[in-house]
């Protein structure tokens, strides 16, 4: 769970204790806050009965009434009346000449109809912009740092523009060097929504350091979700780190907060060290942690988290050999990423199903799932390649942008020819370079992507042939032991050595594998001697791995005998040497 899910876990009384933050539209329901209730209720008394103790006190000591009043504001559905009431605190701040108050309704309103209200978005870019300028000019209550985390979180989440949400991050951070918790009490919230920022691209690094900020602050129920949603996430980054100790640390604290509130977090963060029990293959101390977090995810409905237990339980209880415990997980897992609408999520379930239908023996659907991962993985792996290629293509227009202001500075002292023809310079420049590196960038991946499947099931092929002729091998030793206690039964004993362990089927399955290890090989040999039959054919291959006579015979089927008889019909048929063995001719070929 991240920042961006995590306000609807939150009590009414906290809920805009984070604003401006993703506070559901309309909520909550109008059908518990009927319009008369409303009017009753914020219209029957005075602001001043409401708010008079907002007056003239700094931020840190009003904070949560301030958010009391936005909430309340929140509360109307109808927006020409949420608009009435507002004007009516905004006159009862002037009266009171409270400025700081005034400028609170004001940036409420400008939130509010940015983000919840159906207006153009280059209206909603404008008045926010506008609000940040004001802002800036009578930075009251960190009206300033506010409004930057406002804007930050438009160009992120309407605009897409993350190379501007990240410019104004750095300023909000700017911000915060300089403000005292006690005065700011959102400063960990600021902080954790910067290293959100860093951790959806992968930064861990820069990630790490703003959530390590934001846990040194003091905790109290005001932040302590915040808090331990940075605890968390930074438990997280040392995971995909493979730091698991560290991993560990902080999802550890997480469970040691005394906060209440936090307790959904104490849940996801079981789960959590839950999955690294499982990384590190401790199957039964992982389990029960996932099963809380499961369990948990479910009541809460909590559809992501819940797929993702349920992943990882599935391919627990595989590996276990517990299959319908396996099969009932990798059913809940479907159902919830379908639920969550999260498909990302098939790329880490696809490979646990491949592995399960491989181990109940049904290698087709094995096979297909094996595709699906690699489709899923690729699918993922190009989104996110893709959301890295458009920041970095909004970082050179950013780049370009500022160049081009600075250029019309200097078109002040310069003539107006040379300050086009700069510009134009430096458009192209940075335009063929930005092509010419986002061309070679995809072209390597893929080519590493390529490579790194190519190579991957050639390592899969070689363990796979690895395990068939040892298993050939190991039924061998068996049937030389059973040979020597039934050696005084003759018929028997003759059965037994003219039984074939190499059926067709194991047959055309070794012939794969063998095809895919030793590439090639078969086709050369079928097409340099072309009259081998099926069984001198199957006699060489095994040479080529190196089977002893005997193991050859009892793979086939045949006596010692018929596996010599085989190499003198080779050897008469090419006309070989006496001295040449078949180990010299599988070297020819």
């Not at 001295?579 to 020819?588: A, G, P, Q, Y």
């Amino acid at each position: 769970m991240t920042l961006f899910t995590y306000l609807k876990f939150l009590p009414v009384s906290l809920l805009t204790s984070c604003f401006p933050g993703r506070i559901r539209r309309g909520w909550p329901s109008t059908r518990q806050f009927s319009i008369p209730v409303i009017l009753l209720l914020l219209f029957s008394f005075p602001a001043r009965a409401q708010y008079d103790y907002l007056l003239h006190k700094p931020y840190g000591k009003k904070v949560l009434g301030i958010h009391a009043m936005y909430n309340d504001l929140i509360r109307i559905s109808d927006s020409t009346l949420r608009a009435r009431k507002a004007e009516e605190i905004r006159k009862f701040a002037r009266s009171h000449r409270d400025r700081a108050l005034e400028l609170n309704v004001d940036f409420f309103l400008v939130f509010w109809n940015a983000f919840y209200q159906p207006q153009p978005k280059e209206l909603s870019l404008k008045q926010l912009t506008e609000q940040l300028d004001r802002a800036t000019k009578e930075n009251v209550d960190f009206l300033r740092a506010r409004s930057l985390r406002a804007l930050a979180e438009f160009y992120w989440k309407f605009e897409k523009n993350y190379e501007r949400a990240f410019e104004q991050y750095l300023l909000l951070d700017k911000e915060l060097a300089t403000a005292k918790p006690g005065d700011y009490p959102e400063t960990a919230r600021d902080l954790m929504q910067i290293g959100e920022a860093y951790y959806y691209f992968q930064d861990y690094p820069q990630a790490i350091t703003y959530f390590k900020k934001a846990i040194a602050l003091p905790e109290n129920t005001f932040n302590t979700m915040v808090i331990n949603t940075a605890r968390n996430t930074l438990g997280l980054c040392y995971q995909q780190e493979n730091k698991l100790d560290s991993s560990d640390y902080y999802f550890n604290q997480v469970l040691l907060t005394p906060f209440p509130e936090a307790q959904v977090w104490k849940r996801i963060s079981t789960g959590n060290i839950g999955t690294n029990r499982y990384l590190q293959k401790q199957y039964d101390r992982a389990i029960p942690l996932l099963e809380t977090d499961f369990n948990g995810a479910v009541m809460e409905n909590d559809h992501g988290c819940a797929a993702g237990a349920a992943i990882t339980l599935a391919d627990i209880y595989r590996e276990k050999g517990e299959m319908e415990k396996a099969k009932t997980y990798i059913a809940h897992a479907q159902h919830y990423i379908e639920k969550a609408e999260q498909p990302d999520r098939l790329r880490l379930l696809y490979p646990v199903m491949s592995k399960w239908y491989a181990a109940t023996g049904n290698r087709e659907l094995s096979r297909r799932y094996v595709d699906s991962s690699v489709v899923a993985l690729n699918r993922y792996n190009e989104k996110f390649s893709a959301l890295k290629v458009l920041r970095a293509q909004q970082k050179v227009d950013l780049q370009k942008e500022k160049l081009q202001q600075a250029a019309i500075a200097l078109e002040r002292e310069r003539k107006a020819a040379e300050r086009n023809l700069l510009l134009l310079l430096v458009l192209l420049l940075g335009i063929g370079l930005a092509l010419t590196y986002f061309i070679q960038k995809k072209r390597q991946l893929a080519k590493d992507l390529r490579l790194q499947k190519a190579s991957h099931e050639l390592e899969a092929a070689r363990a796979n042939l690895k395990r068939f002729t040892g298993s050939i091998q190991e039924k061998n030793r068996l049937i030389e032991e059973l040979e020597q206690q039934l050696d005084k039964h003759s018929d028997l004993r003759l059965q037994l050595q003219q039984s074939t362990i190499l059926t067709e089927d194991d047959w055309l399955q070794f012939r794969s594998l063998f095809e895919q290890v030793h590439g090639g090989f078969l086709h050369r040999l079928r097409e340099k001697y072309p009259n081998f039959s099926p069984a001198e054919i199957r006699f060489i291959s095994l040479a080529k791995l190196n089977f002893s006579t005997k193991e050859m015979a009892t793979a086939l089927g045949v006596s010692p005998q018929s596996i010599r008889t085989n190499w003198y019909r080779i050897r008469k048929k090419l006309d070989l040497p006496e001295s040449m063995t078949v180990n010299d001719l599988v070297k020819t070929i």
